[in-house]
């Protein structure tokens, strides 16, 4: 079993501390992993790529091979869009957050953007800011977007809820409940 | 053995503590900066686990730059115990001097020099290879290919640099150093007891002296050679195709490799991977005679590649980056190693169908530095002529619209000298903008030519009391005692003006500016306030 995952959005949006959420559930569920990522300069309000690795047996590469992601989960939908050469032709999935963020001057049109999205055969477009906001906590939307994702990966949801528990232990049990909270209704959007 | 997930960076921090490591010194550079982070956020638990009387004596310090700290590593190895010091491969330039002298002194305590490479240039004005500045300096290089080697290599490189009596290098490269993968530890060793080299001419390199130390130095290589040619890997398959691999190299060929296996009958590539230099060149002579051609996949220059010539009788093909065979300029991947070994890409998603416009990093919301530039650019707007030299620093993006507001960034501290040189031959309002911890790290020396030569000079100091763009890690000096560093520095009194960066000041901040650039003489101008990013942090913790 290999499963390859890109991870895109915008410095900020916590796409690295969700990728290593994965990781460690993928771990805790007897997976070996490699995860790659990018800091320094890039962070700074610019595109944020990770590459999360997920097997069963010993992982060469660092990052994943172009057509070999079996799932982009993007945080702004622009982003979906720049990395889908190495979305897999065959098996590949996006999972995308609608919301974008428009901190360039030239950045298309969104309808165009989605329904570039759209024109894909496994995809699936999620509006995590209205879903984090409904439950309460609107910087959550990273995790609506993993909760949406859940069913994809290779890993029980409860590994994952561990993972998030841990990550937000640190500030306190509201903030734990709302993001579980957060990954449920994900999880639940995607069931719909 | 407990396993742990470590990026490459973490794996051999956890390695040197492991290995009985007494002093670390670094200045911040991506991507070698979580070495030191690491080793600071687990310093207390290191130290509980050692003996009563080492505790005192272990320290990992951030340093004013690279040299200065290779040069406290060198002292500490001196007294006998184990240091290591860590930097990103132009932090390596700036430490140029200590690290290849210190080839010639008698290492005594181990001292590894971890360098970060950044092909890709990620993060980085270029994208040298540190193996090329091992190999000037004469010091053995141990080059990991994932992060379990990265753990190993550390303690490894501390024991043959006892043994040998040299300084080793431990080369990793981007995409090892901000990678994650799981890690299997050893127990601690303890520290080195406090002993000095017994012999003192070892380390005074006066020329009668480092004769004979350089002397010694070159009888050491033929052993490194056959060390290193004992460490490497040589697997005699396929006679069509030979593959040598380092680094990362490795990780890519063999995502390959059963693909390339599966095209060819089953049968796999020859194969020779190499982990350490000075290379050996038997096991090369070997795979060159068994195989048609060799395809060189190092993350890097090819300096392998080149390294071959004369090794084995022409005509050989040899493939690699200087052939064209895989991109020489750049980071590889798995498919350009891919494209390299004949295989077709694997089947993509449609590319969309729109161009995606690039989202280049900027300044934070509210940064400091964006009310700085916005007054520096007003200040000169109604001058003909100027010169604006950047640094290295978050501040650089000011080089990108809207601000477009400098003209050149080449290396730490280089604001100051290009602005007081042009100024010196006619240049009109040169004006140097560079950072704090910049400033500190190599913006003085040029401020002190300045100063010396009465040049004609407008230096922004931008101090946001962090060293930012590699994560807000703590400045040598604090942003109080600036004033008095730089007027310590020479420059007169009425001339340093401390001003808030903030827009609320813009109108003060723009009209002092503007006073200064009038000036004949030297003058600094301290733009001050904190970094968000550094405010942040300093919350959270």
């Known amino acids: ?192 | 053995m407990p396993e742990f997930v470590f990026s490459g960076d973490e794996a051999i921090a956890r390695g040197a503590m492991d290995a009985g490591l007494s002093g670390a010194f670094a200045y911040p550079g991506t991507p070698s900066t979580e070495i030191m982070e690491y080793l600071q956020d687990n310093l207390g638990e290191y130290k509980a686990a050692l003996a009563e009387g080492d505790r005192p004596q272990v320290v990992a310090q951030w340093c004013s730059n690279e040299k200065t700290a290779y040069e406290s590593a060198l002292g500490v190895s001196f007294v006998g115990r184990r240091a290591m010091v860590s930097m990103k491969h132009v932090g390596l330039n700036v430490a140029a001097d200590p690290f290849t002298n210190s080839a010639l002194v008698g290492i005594k305590g181990g001292l590894v020099v971890v360098v970060a490479d950044d092909p890709g240039m990620h993060s980085s004005q270029d994208e040298q290879d540190s193996r090329v500045l091992a190999d000037f300096a004469r010091v053995p290089c141990f080059e990991p290919s994932d992060q379990q080697e990265a753990y190993d290599m550390t303690r490894a490189a501390f024991d043959y640099s006892e043994e040998h009596g040299v300084p080793v290098m431990l080369r990793v490269t981007t995409r090892l150093a901000h990678a994650r993968a799981s890690v299997a530890t050893n127990a601690q060793r303890s520290p080195n007891a406090l002993e000095k080299c017994g012999d003192p001419s070892a380390w005074i390199l006066m020329p009668a002296m480092a004769r004979k130390r350089w002397a010694a130095l070159l009888g050491k290589s033929t052993r490194f050679r056959a060390d290193a040619e004992d460490a490497s890997s040589l697997e005699l398959r396929d006679a069509g195709l030979g593959v040598i691999t380092c680094g990362l190299g490795l990780r890519y060929y063999l995502e390959n490799e059963g693909d390339w296996a599966a095209a060819h009958s089953g049968a796999r590539p020859s194969h020779l991977h190499i982990g350490r230099y000075p290379m050996g060149n038997e096991k090369i002579r070997l795979l060159a005679a068994h195989v048609e051609r060799i395809l060189v996949i190092e993350e890097g220059y090819p300096y392998i590649e080149r390294a071959m010539a004369g090794v084995f009788p022409a005509p050989l093909p040899v493939l690699g980056r200087l052939s064209g065979a895989l991109p020489e300029a750049g980071e590889l991947s798995a498919d350009s190693v891919r494209a390299a070994l004949g295989l077709s890409p694997k089947a993509s998603a449609a590319k969309a169908g729109i161009p995606i416009p690039q989202r280049p990093p900027q300044f934070c919301q509210g940064c400091p530095h964006a009310d700085s530039i916005t007054a520096l650019k007003e200040a000169l707007s109604d001058e003909a002529e100027f010169y604006v030299a950047s640094d290295i620093g978050c501040y650089t993006l000011s080089a990108l619209p809207p601000y477009s507001a400098v003209e050149s960034c080449v290396d730490m501290g280089a604001s100051v000298g290009m602005a007081r040189g042009a100024s010196c031959v006619g240049q009109k309002r040169a004006v140097g903008v560079i950072g704090d911890s910049t400033f500190y790290h190599s913006g003085m020396t040029n401020l002190l030519d300045a100063v010396a030569h009465k040049t004609r000079l407008t230096v922004l100091i931008l101090d946001n009391s962090t060293t930012g763009m590699t994560g807000a890690q703590p400045t040598i000096a604090p942003g109080s005692r600036m004033a008095e560093l730089v007027a310590g520095l020479g420059v007169e009194r009425e001339h340093i003006r401390a001003l808030e960066a903030h827009r609320k000041n813009h109108e003060a901040n723009v009209a002092a500016i503007r006073e200064e650039l009038g000036y004949d003489g030297v003058s600094v101008i301290i733009l001050r306030r904190e970094c968000l990013e550094h405010l942040k942090k300093m919350r959270q913790a």
């Open chain 1, 1 to 192: 079993m290999n499963y390859n995952i890109i991870l895109a959005g915008v410095g900020g949006q916590g796409s690295l501390s969700v990728s290593v959420v994965i990781a460690r559930a993928a771990m805790a569920s007897g997976f070996l992993v490699k995860q790659s990522e990018v800091h320094g300069m890039a962070q700074r309000g610019g595109e944020v790529l990770a590459h999360l690795r997920i097997s069963d047996g010993e992982i060469q590469s660092p990052t994943v091979p172009e057509g070999d992601a079996d799932l982009i989960l993007a945080f702004e939908p622009l982003e979906a869009l720049r990395y889908l050469a190495w979305l897999s032709a065959d098996r590949g999935t996006v999972v995308a957050a609608t919301a974008p963020i428009r901190n360039i001057p030239n950045y298309p049109d969104l309808d165009t953007v989605l329904g570039e999205i759209e024109k894909l055969p496994r995809r699936r477009l999620v509006d995590a800011d209205a879903i984090a906001k409904a439950a309460g906590s609107a910087r959550s939307a990273n995790v609506v977007l993993v909760g949406a994702a859940a069913d994809l990966l290779p890993i029980p949801p409860e590994a994952i809820e561990r993972e998030i528990a841990a990550l937000f232990a640190r500030k306190g049990e509201d903030v734990v409940r709302a993001n579980l909270k957060a990954f449920s209704d994900g999880r639940a959007h995607a069931a719909r």
